[in-house]
C-alpha cells in the first residue's frame, strides 16, 4: 500500500477534455501532419484547455460496460477504480473527430459519401455506451464560398449529416489548402471545446441519474464514487466551482461509511485523494481558510483511526503524506500569489510531515523489533502482488476485490502487515520534509523554530548514523542556544553531538562538547560531569572513552578511536578550544594592572584563573600571549604545583617585564591566554581576548550560586606605554617686545636635570606664522625652523644657543622649541635606551618700531598739495620712535621718481640719531621738478636703516641694522602759468622806505596780457605803479617796482597786490583763469611783513 | 489544560520553566525558545500601529498539532508564555487572561524583592509555589 500512499499522476495533473482525432493519416499524408501539428503543437496556454490524441481508425475503444439496470443486488467491492481516472483522461475522449477528405464537387461524390456514412457508423458503434460526441471534418483543397451563394454545398451538406446522423453542428469544412489554416484550427479547437463541455455534462448527468437507484445501507461506497466522477467530469469541464462542490460532497459521503479495521486503509487513502481535490480546488477558488479548516478537520477524523495496531506505522506514514501533500498544495498556493502569516503557513505542515515520520520510522523499528524471527523468515519472499495491481485504490493484496463486510481473516492481516513491515526500510523523509519546514520558517520570519526544526534534523541525521551531517548542523545551534542561556537545549544537544562524535570517532569534537558539558552551567548531575571529566583525561592518555548508552555500532567506534589515537604522534594536539564561545569549565581574566605604564615603568599582568570543573585538574601550562611575541617567556606558568586546580578554586598569576622599546607609544594588548591540559597527547584551552566570562558567572543561578566567581573584576585589556616624560628645562631670555622686521635674538640655556646623562640633543625652533623667519645666526634672512644640535649634556648641566627671529608683521606670534634626546637608563636588569621630547612654545609680541610721515612743501615750509614745475620744492620725512626702546638710526635714503631732480646730500641728516621713546626727527630732501604736465605722479619712497641702541652686540655677535621703507605720498604736479617773485627785506622799520621788486615771469609759450592792481592800505603809503596794464611775451619778464613806506609796527598785512586778465579782445592772448591768478599770488606773494618800530634813539 | 509556563527575560534568555509533567521538561524549553519568534513579532506588529498604550496580553502566539502557545509581555519586555494542550478547548480566552494577570502581578512581587536581580534566573520558593498551583488549578478546571 505504500505506492497507494503517493498521489497518483492522473489526480495530480489537471485535468483536460480529451479530443480524439481520426482519420488523419500522419505517416504518409503530408497535408494531414500539418492538421495534426497545427493542434498540437502551438502555445496552448492561450488556447481552449484541450488534449489531443490521435487514434487509427481501427483503434478499439475501451468498451462500455452495460449499464445496471437495478442495483438492488449489487455491493461494490471498493470505492475508486483504479483505472477510471486514466481512462477518461487518456482513452475515452469527449469529442471524437473524423477527418474524411472530400470535396462538395467530387464527382465520385455518391461513393465518397456513402463511404464517410459508413466510417461514422463504424465509429459509433465503437463508442456505444459513452458520452462522446462525434463530428465529422471534410478537408477540402477548394477555397471555401460563402454558404449562401454556394447551394451546391448546402445541400450535399445537408444530405450529408441525414446520411451520418449527425447534427448539422457537428460538421465542418477544413480548407486545408489555405494559408489560414492556424485560424481555422483555432476555430475548430473552441467548437470542439463547446462539444466537450456538454459531452462532460451528459456523462456527469448520466451518473447522477444512478443516485435514485441507490440505497444507503449497500452502496454508501456508490455514493462516493458517483460524486466523485461527476466532480471530475466537471474539472475536465473546466467548471471548477462545480467540481468543489461534488469533491466536497464526495467526501462528506466518505465520512458516512462504516469504518472498519478491514476497510479503513482504503478509506483513509481515498480519503485523502479527495481530500487532495477539495483543497486544490479551494486553494484555486481562493479559499485558503476554507481548505485548512477542511484538512484540520480531515485530520481530527482519521488521526485516530489506525485500524490493525501492527499498521502503526503505515497510519503514520499515510498522516505524513497528508501534511506533506496539503503543506505543497498550500506553497504552491502561495507561490501563486496568497500571502502567508508567520502563524499559518506551509511550514507548519511540513513540520508535521516531519513528526509523523519520526513516529512512523519509531512505530516501524518498535513493531519490527517485537516480530517473530521465524514470521520474518516465513515472510521475506512475498507472498502477494503489489497494490498498485489491484482493482481499486487502498485494497490490501492479500484480499483483493473482498466485500469489505467479510470478516477479516486476521491471520492473512496480520501476516500482510508484517510483511509490509519487513520490507519497510525508510526512505529519507524525514530530512525533507524538515528541509521544507526549515525553509518555510525561514521565509515566515521564525529563526527559533527553525533552530528547533534543525535541532530535530540533527537528531535525524544522529539516528540514521550519519554523524558527520549531524555534526555539521550542531555547530552553529550550539552558539544560538548559548547565547540567549537556554542551558537546558544546549545540554541535550551537547549530548547528542558528544554520541555524534563518540559513534563517528573524533576525538577533537568528543573533547570540546566533553568540556562543555563539564561546565557549570550544563544540566547534568555532579556524577555523570566527573564521569565525563575522566574520558577526557583519559583521552589525552589515549583511552577510549567508554560509549555513551544505548548505541549500536560500538566496535565500529572503537576501531576508528583505536585508529584516531594510532594517527596521533605523542605530544600531538588534539584540539584547542576557544573558550569565550563556549561555557567551558575554566574562567580566565587577565589584566594590565593599570591603564597606562611608562616607558621605565615594569608592566604588570595579573592572570585569574577560576575553575568549576567537578573534579582536581592539573594544567600542563599557562601562557598569556600578547600583540609582541617577545615578552611570551616572561608571560607563562610551568610550575605544576601552581597549576593545580581543585574544583571552584581561584587562583592568581602576576607577570611583570619591562616594555621594550619598539613598544614606547604603541598599545600592549592581551590576545590569549592558553591553558595546556595532558602530557601524552595535549590540548589547549584558549581564551581570546582577556576574559572568558561571557557565559560564566553572569548566571549565578545554575550549578552554585554561592560561589564568588571573577565577576567583579574589571579587566582591562590593553595598556599604553607611555613615552618618558623629559627632565630638561628651557630657559629663553630676551627684551620683549619684538620689533617689526628686526632681528631679534633669543637666547636658549637647556639644562638637564636628569639622572643620567643625555644625549643626541636637538632643539628645533619653529615659528607659527608664516611670515616669521628664524635663524641660528644674526641675519635676517631664514626658514620656519632650526634645528640646534648637542652631542652630549651631563647630568645638572647646561647647554647654551642664540637664535635670532624676524618677524614680518606686528602681532602675537609664536615659538615652539622642541627638545628630543636619549637617554639610557637600567629597568629590570637591562640597559634601555628611551628617547624622550620636550616642548616649550613662546608667546612673542612683536610692535611697530618707527613711524614715517612724509610731505612737501614750498621751499619757505609751506606745505604744499601740488608739486610745482621747474619751482623748487622740499620733502620733509617725519620719523616717530613708536617702540619702548631708544633707536639708533643708521641713515635715512631718499628714492625719488625720476622726474624728481634732487640734489642729494653726502650724508643722510639722521646718521647716527639716537631716537628715544616718543621722539621724531626729520629729513629733508631739496627738489625740482623738471618739467611736466598736470598730473599725478608716484613721488618714491624712503627707506630707513636702525636698529636697538643699547644692542649693538650680543653676545659676540654683531646685530644688523634693520631696514624699514616707506612710500613717500602721490602728488599732483602742476605747471605754472606765472611766475611771480617778489624781493622783500626780511622786515622793515616804522617810518623808514623799503624796496619792493615784483618780478612776473611768463613761463609759458603764449603771450600774456594783465591788468595789475596795487592797492593801498593803513600800514604802508607806496610809490609805483598802482594800476598798470602789462604784457609778457613768452619767456619773459615784467619787473614791477615800488618802494614801500610803514606806517605801523608789528606784523602787518602789505599793500594787496591783485592781478587781472584784460579785458580786450585779442584773440592772442591766452585768458587765464582768475581763480588761478588769485592763487598765484597767494602763493608766491607774501601777504604780511615785520616791521620793526623805529629805535628810541633815532639813530640805526 | 495548561501544561507549561514559562518566563522569558528581556533578553531572551529564560527565567523560569514549569511543566506538569517534569519529563517532557526539554521538549518545553524547545517550545518556548521558538515561541520567542512569535512575540518579537506581535510586538512589531503593535508597535507599528503606533499607539502608546500596549496590549500587554498578546493572545494566540500559534498553535501546532500538539500545543497552543499564548503569549503575554510586561512593559519591561518580560514575556510570559503559557502552554496549553491542543486537544483542550474549554480554557477560554478571558480565563487564559486571568492566569497571566496573576502571574504579572507574582512576577511584579517577585522584582519588588530586593534579593532578586531582574534578568537573573528566578528561583524564589514562593513564586514557583504560586506558578506550580496555577498550573494545577487551571488543568484540574477543565
Redesign the interface.
Known sequence: MSSDLELPEELVDRPLALVGLTGLNVETNQTHLLIWNSFTSSNRSERPPLHFVLFGVNHAFPLAKPDRTSYEWYIPKGILKRKWMSKHLKQIPGVLVLFYDLEWDDPAWKAKHAECAHLIQTTRMKLMGRGSKLCLVLLQNSPPLPSSEDILAADRAAALCQVCELPPKSLFVLPCRSDHLQGYTLRLESAFYELCQSSYHLSSRAVRSHRDQLNRTNHGYLFVRHQFKIGFYHELKQDVAMAHKHYSQSYAHLLELRITDANVTEVKIVAGYIGYKVWRLSFLLNLPREAIAHFRSH?DFFRLRIGNPLSKFEHHAWLAAQFSTFGSLFDDAIELGLPAI??QHPG?FY??SA?QSILRKKACYQDYDALDETVINFLTPLSFGESSQLEFFGQRPWRPSRLSLEPADMKAENDGIAAMLIRERHQGMIVAALTNAVNQFKNH?????K??LL?QMAEEYCRSENFAEALTLLEPLLWD?RK??????LT?LLQLGLRCAFLSGRPAEYFTYAVELCSRVTMKSQEEKAQLFDNLIGILQKRIPPPPPDSTAVSLATQLWADQFASLTSGACVTTIVTNTISSFVEVKATFTQKQFAAEDVVELEVHVSYTGPKTIQFTSLHVALNNTAYLPFCQVKDPEELEFEPHQIRHYEFEFAAQSQDIGAELQIVSVSLEMGHDLVAYLRCEGSSSEEFGSS????PS?TEKGLSGLFVLNTAEILPRTANVELLIRHDAPALRGECYPLHLELVNREKEDISNVTVTVTTSSTDGRVHDQPKIDGNLSVQLKSEEIATGQTCQWNVFTQMEQPGKHYVTFQVNYEITSEVCNSKCTYKSQYVKTLELETVQPVECEAQFQTIQFQPLRQIPVGEPCVAVMTVTNLSPFPLLLEQGVWKFDPLLTNQPMPNSQLSGLTLQKGEKANDVAVLSLSNGDNRHIRTGSYSLKWKRANQSKVEGYKIPYSASSFDLPEMETWSIPLRIQVKLPAHGYVRESMNMAIIIHNPGTSYVELDVYMSSNDAFMFAGNKQIKIQIYPEDEYELKYNLYPLLSGFVALPPLQLKTTTSAIDQVAEMDQTVLDELVSRYVPTHIYVLPQAKNGNK | MAVCIGFIGK????LFLRCINPSQ??QF???M??????VE?KIIQSNKSGSDVRELYLG??????EVKAYGFVTNTKVKIVIIIDSTNSLLRDNEIRAIFRKLHNAYTELVCNPFYTPG??I?AKSFSILVDELLASSSSSS
Open positions: 485530520m508567520q502563524t507548519f513540520q508535521q513528526q520570519r521564525s529563526p527559533r523554530m533552530q528547533y535541532v542556544y540567549d542561556f537556554w542551558w537546558m537545549p541535550s548566571r549565578s543561578e545554575f550560586a | 533578553e531572551n534568555s529564560p521538561e526539554l524549553h524547545y517550545i525558545h521558538t515561541c520567542i519568534d512569535f513579532e494566540l502566539l500559534y498553535s501546532s498539532e537573573d534566573p528561583t
